[in-house]
């Protein structure tokens, strides 16, 4: 692999992973508020929350094979180099 | 805005992209997947988690995916069309294709039941292929390609695939191929496949396949812009002949196969060879050789003394000396090893005699090896602290939402490891022992003054003549000295200034990403020195500061880091170490500095 090949994907799998970690942390610092919510909230407020959790679970979904993704991708690199 | 549609089966379409949303539990058992008419984009993870599925089927409107099959053992893709985008989705050991009231399959396997079934000599005549299927006339020109030809149709097609497409495997089956052949036809045919692909490398780094003239534009030193027109193909068929008409032994090419050379077209060697045609056949094809193995390396080598080290146009006469080990006079058995590091970059006696009295200071200083006890090497370790191992139990969703953290937080850390793997190998610093002759040549290597013919030649000898400072040097993947720069410890005053820090030309022009990890990699090298300085000397290392000149290749990245420093400490005064009696540089830290590390109040 020529070395400008080689960086342009190591670039494209450190932009990912910069990309997954500052979603995730994100997701989680929303997880917390909402995880703290909860034990306090009326039922049709426990409602709304539940449904934010679950597509915050489906994000999470997505992050989560990107994750798998692009720590394959990595492995493939460092195999290829 | 975002866009949502249920197409046929369980594919859904979000925002023009295709998905096939399957639960994971169902996609362990798919074998077959047909995505839907009309789709033209498909996300990578329809695929995803199918481990069972081994046919896909794409549509004639199918363009691109977005990443790799993923997670399954695909054996036949059917496509019925071969836009050139498609090919980078074809796995490289899918080596047949045939035709069938679908469309086109490429497979792993030979389809013996279908008769059109025929060998892919490689995934890049793929576009070509399915556009002449059935065009007898074109399709029976990849059967004349013998075995020999099949890897410089597949070199050449997929060198050039992404700018030319089809009009290029023409050329490739016309010109190149033909071309090829002339040349084979002046050595008879008579080398080994091993020399074939040799010499298809050879004549291709001499420009032989390029498919047009190329023009450059250049700048005379009178400012007047010079338009050059130049056939490559022309003038290396040319040199070829006549290189081979000289009754050349055609050995040569087992020194090329011995290399890990990369192959392409060399327009800078291709240049060279042609402009000095005659001199280079006079001196014979192991200098040919070695000019085209070693010629970057040379070049590295071959720079202005004064300034920058400006990059020169490259000479015979300079590749000839370079190659000459035995130029100097008063080699000895003793200097022989000063010899050969500085003949790599000089050819004047007067500094090589300048070479052999730095080292002689060593022996007349009693200089240590190292400032440290030590030698010291490392790399930068981009390891984060990302897991959070702390969570409790959560029930339900909660937990699940949790688990999924955990999991991406884990599978990152493993990025980040293989990452970290990989980028040791990208950059590492060394603590270059300070008896070695190449501390007298590290501006050459680094495009800086700091060497012996250079007015920063006191930097380089410094290291030799005073017991406290030593060159940090940061090394390419290869192991060759991309950067420098020269540490001063003040072991009395506990602080130490590094002049500068100096990048190769080639590295400061690759890529931004890659002159951060120069930074970080020189400054985890004296971050790891003044924890090991602490370890063994007293009084310890208070601060390390960094010349802020603009001279400073990373001054961008210094400057973005590091705070300024507000009072200056006071670096060594290089001069004084220089063997020029006129001007000699000071340093780079004389006006300026940054801290780049300062001990925290605990550990003083």
């Known amino acids: ?81 | 805005m975002f866009k949502k549609k249920i197409t046929n089966n369980n594919w859904v379409e979000e925002d023009g992209k295709f998905i096939l949303k399957l639960p994971v539990i169902e996609r362990d058992s798919v074998q077959k997947v047909y995505v839907p008419d009309g789709a033209v984009f498909v996300s990578k993870y329809s695929f995803y988690n199918c481990i069972s599925l081994t046919e896909i089927h794409f549509p004639k409107s199918f363009k691109y995916l977005d990443g790799d099959f993923f997670d399954c053992a695909v054996e036949k893709i059917y496509i019925q069309n071969a836009d050139n985008n498609i090919v980078d989705y074809i796995p490289s050991n899918f080596d047949f294709i045939c035709k069938d009231e679908e469309g086109f399959c490429i497979s792993r396997f030979c389809n013996n039941n279908n008769p059109t079934s025929r060998f892919l000599h490689s995934k890049y005549l793929l576009p070509y292929m399915v556009n002449y299927w059935d065009n007898k006339e074109k399709m029976s020109r990849l059967d004349v390609i013998r075995y020999d030809e099949s890897y410089l149709v597949s070199y050449l097609v997929r060198k050039y695939s992404d700018t030319t497409g089809c009009d290029l495997v023409e050329k490739v089956l016309n010109n190149n191929i033909k071309n090829y052949n002339l040349l084979l036809k002046q050595i008879n045919y008579c080398i080994s496949p091993t020399y074939l692909r040799e010499f298809a490398r050879f004549c291709d780094a001499l420009g032989v396949f390029t498919n047009q003239p190329i023009t450059t534009q250049r700048t005379s030193k009178s400012g007047k812009i010079i338009v050059e027109t130049v056939d490559y193909a022309q003038k290396s068929r040319e040199f070829i002949r006549e290189f081979i008409r000289k009754g050349t032994n055609l050995s040569f090419l087992n020194s090329i196969a011995m290399s890990r050379i990369s192959g392409g077209f060399k327009k800078e060697f291709a240049d060279f060879v042609f402009l000095n045609f005659p001199k280079i056949i006079e001196q014979g094809p192991e200098f040919l050789v070695d000019c085209y193995l070693r010629f970057d390396e040379v070049q590295t080598a071959h720079t202005k003394n004064k300034g920058s080290c400006k990059q020169l146009a490259p000479t015979v006469d300079f590749f000839v000396k370079y190659f000459d080990e035995t130029k100097f006079k008063g080699i000895t058995d003793k200097n022989r090893y000063i010899a050969k590091v500085i003949g790599k970059y000089y050819n004047e006696q007067y500094i090589f005699d300048n070479a052999v009295s730095a080292v002689e200071l060593v022996e007349k200083n009693n200089i240590p090896e190292h400032i440290l006890n030590h030698e010291l090497k490392g790399y930068v370790d981009i390891k984060s602290n990302y897991i959070d191992k702390n969570e409790a139990k959560q029930p339900m969703i909660f937990d699940r939402i949790k688990n999924k953290l955990t999991n991406i937080a884990q599978n990152s850390q493993q990025t980040l490891n293989t990452l970290c793997d990989i980028s040791n190998k990208k950059f590492t610093y060394e603590f270059l022992r300070k008896h070695d002759v190449v501390n007298l040549v590290l501006g050459k290597l680094c495009n800086c003054c700091a060497h012996l013919d250079g007015v920063g030649n006191g930097i380089a000898i410094s290291v030799m003549a005073h017991p406290d400072i030593q060159n940090i040097v940061v090394k390419d993947s290869d192991g060759v000295i991309i950067g420098k720069g020269t540490l001063y410890i003040n072991r009395e005053q506990g602080y130490g200034v590094c002049n500068s820090f100096q990048v190769s030309t080639k590295v400061c022009e690759s890529s931004s990403a890659n002159l951060k990890l120069v930074y970080k990699t020189f400054k985890k090298g004296l971050i790891d020195f003044a924890k090991e300085y602490n370890k063994e000397f007293e009084p310890k290392l208070k601060i390390i500061n960094v010349g802020g000149s603009v001279y400073n290749s990373l001054l961008y990245y210094v400057k973005k880091d590091c705070e300024i420093a507000d009072e200056l400490l006071d670096p060594i005064d290089f001069s004084t170490f220089s063997f020029m009696t006129e001007f000699a540089y000071d340093g780079d830290a004389i006006d300026s500095q940054y801290t780049i590390w300062k001990a925290d109040e605990k550990s003083r």
Do not use: C, G, P
């Open chain 1, 1 to 81: 692999m020529e070395d400008k090949d080689f960086l342009k994907i190591y670039e494209k799998i450190v932009d990912e992973q910069e990309d997954i970690l500052q979603k995730s942390s994100k997701i989680k610092q929303e997880f917390e508020t909402l995880k703290k919510d909860y034990a306090s909230a009326t039922e049709s407020e426990k409602q709304i929350i539940l449904q934010r959790l679950k597509t915050l679970d489906e994000e999470l979904e997505d992050l989560e094979k990107r994750s798998i993704l692009n720590s394959k991708r990595a492995k493939k690199l460092k195999e290829d180099k």
